[in-house]
């Protein structure tokens, strides 16, 4: 099995600060690597498929990139409402791990 | 627009069987675009993919779970379901169903509300 881990596990950021959250895989994806918003109570969120294409209707101040193992998140100007944990999962070979996450406060 | 419902019970005694149902609607199960999957979180965990299901009946499903588990379409095509058997207290999650996207990046990119359940005596 791949295994995800992500860094860091939570984090605190003011409004407007760019944020940037990282995963990486215990091998090689290719660029086989989602990220999801998820906020309580709701059904999580596409925001990044393929390592770095946007998913329809997602704000462009979420971005992602890498390939291979590491890959990252960025929220350009981070928001109240981007208030959420925040997974990133692998797609390149069954079981789709996640990474277990990462929680995103506003200060 | 396609949305997708859980529904089953919200709590299962310790050695019976999980049963839940994914409603679609505003869309076609029957897409060759698409498989359709479930996924859960156990409180304060992260997300863990249980099995997915195509049209056509094929399934592929989580290894760690694969001995007690079951995806299936049913016969109405606008639902698919999940089995899961002999349960116990570590089966306790939010149960997600989720489409995921056939082909270049195999994302899960609709997702119902999720349904809580419990597994207690």
């Known amino acids: 099995d791949i295994q995800m881990t992500q860094s860091p596990s939570s984090l605190s950021a003011s409004v407007g600060d760019r944020v940037t959250i990282t995963c990486r895989a215990s091998?090689?994806?290719?660029?086989?690597l989602n990220w999801y918003q998820h906020k309580p109570g709701k059904a999580p969120k596409l925001l990044i498929y393929?390592?770095?294409s946007l998913q329809s209707g997602v704000p462009s101040k979420f971005s992602g990139s890498g390939s291979g193992t590491d890959f990252t998140l960025t929220i350009s100007s981070l928001q109240p409402e981007d208030s959420a944990a925040y997974y990133c999962?692998?797609?390149?070979?069954?079981?789709?791990?996640f990474g277990q996450g990462t929680k995103v406060e506003i200060k | 627009q396609v949305q997708l419902q859980e529904s089953g019970p919200g709590l299962v005694k310790p050695s019976e069987t999980l049963s839940l149902t994914c409603s679609v609607s505003?869309?076609?199960?029957?897409?060759?675009?698409?498989?359709w999957g479930w996924i859960r979180q156990p409180p304060g965990k992260g997300l863990e993919w249980i099995g997915s299901?195509?049209?056509?009946?094929?399934?592929y499903y989580n290894p760690s779970l694969k001995s007690r588990v079951t995806v299936s379409i049913g016969t109405s095509k606008k639902q698919f379901s999940l089995r899961l058997t002999s349960v116990t207290a570590t089966d306790t999650a939010v149960y997600y169903c989720?489409?995921?996207?056939?082909?270049?990046?195999?994302?899960?990119?609709?997702w119902g509300q999720g349904t809580m359940v419990t597994v207690s005596s």
């Open positions: 999962q692998q797609s390149y070979s069954t079981p789709y791990n």
């Open positions: 091998q090689s994806i290719s660029r086989y």
């Open positions: 989720a489409r995921e996207r056939v082909g270049a990046d195999d994302s899960f990119d609709l």
């Open positions: 299901v195509y049209f056509s009946g094929t399934t």
């Open positions: 505003g869309g076609s199960i029957s897409s060759s675009s698409y498989y």
């Open positions: 393929a390592a770095s």
